[in-house]
């Protein structure tokens, strides 16, 4: 899987990019990343991206020169991308469109149709939109809320792909059996605990402690259905949950 990222802060998306998961998957070649400065492709010894709105209002407006520029750049040397832009206005990320991405279609399974992921990330106003049409980027928004940047929306889409790559986990039933995974029908995980027995007065749940393997799968199957009803029913009544089973 290779993602290229088109971003003003090259530097903050390369850090992350080396922490756990990701770390790990970039080291063993499973997930690449190719991160390109924006402001090479600046026509100006400034290194200017912006400029102001036309129609006049707040902000800077990213130029499409330096984003169009940029895509034509990566893609003469490293073939054509799947292109997305990071922004509010695009289709909500899923769990779906993750594993998608993880797992493209068996048709396009040959290694050379699978094609690399290019993100781009905003900044400021967001970009002058000819550069999103001109290119037929799809747009991807991380929620309903708005950042300061695509940076931390490219990393949650590379980060949530990569853990689904096999080798990446080091226990691959991981990603199978967490929340969301759409082979289980979008349903949460169920509680997990760990040592101590007892902790500040709260016991762990006995039948986690007995040993019988049927009724741990069927207590685990309860919880997550329970915490799979209360999200879905707080999501409709669009609240924060909490995780207290009161
Ligand atoms: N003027 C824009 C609007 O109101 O929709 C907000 C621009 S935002 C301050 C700057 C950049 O952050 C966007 O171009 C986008 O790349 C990124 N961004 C902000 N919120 C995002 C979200 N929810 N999902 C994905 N990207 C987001």
């Known amino acids: 899987m290779l993602f290229s990222i088109l971003t003003l802060f090259p530097d903050a998306v390369e850090s992350y990019l080396d922490v756990g998961v990701l ?20 026509r100006d010894r400034h290194r200017t991206v912006d400029d102001r709105p036309f129609g006049g209002g707040p902000g800077m407006v990213l130029k499409p020169e330096p984003i ?4 034509e750049w990566l893609e003469a040397r490293h073939g054509e991308h799947r292109r997305i832009a990071l922004t509010p206005d695009g289709t909500t990320l899923t ?28 900044r400021y106003e967001g970009f002058d939109e000819r550069a999103l049409e001109l290119l037929q980027f799809e747009r991807l928004s991380i929620g309903d809320y708005v950042l300061a940047g695509g ?3 490219a990393l949650v889409l590379i980060e949530a792909a990569a853990r689904l790559v096999p080798g990446v986990l ?14 289980n029908g979008g349903a949460l995980d169920h509680p997990h605990f760990t040592r101590p027995r007892v902790f500040r ?8 402690l007995g040993g019988d393997h049927g009724a741990i799968d069927q207590w685990r199957l309860e919880e997550s ?3 799979t009803q209360r999200k879905r029913a707080q999501q409709e009544g669009s609240q924060p949950t909490n995780n207290q089973d009161a």
Do not use: M, N, W
């Open 23 to 42: 770390g790990i998957a970039r080291t063993r070649g499973l997930v690449q990343t190719r991160v390109v400065d924006l402001r090479d492709f600046s």
């Open 68 to 71: 169009v520029e940029a895509v």
């Open 95 to 122: 769990q779906g469109f993750v594993e998608s991405l993880a797992s493209p279609p068996a048709s396009s399974e040959e290694h050379e149709d699978v094609k690399p992921i290019l993100l781009l990330c905003g």
């Open 151 to 153: 940076e931390l929306g």
């Open 170 to 183: 080091g226990d691959d039933r991981s990603a199978v059996e967490d929340s969301y995974t759409t082979a």
């Open 201 to 208: 007065g709260r016991s762990v749940p006995d039948v986690l």
């Open 225 to 227: 259905q329970k915490r």
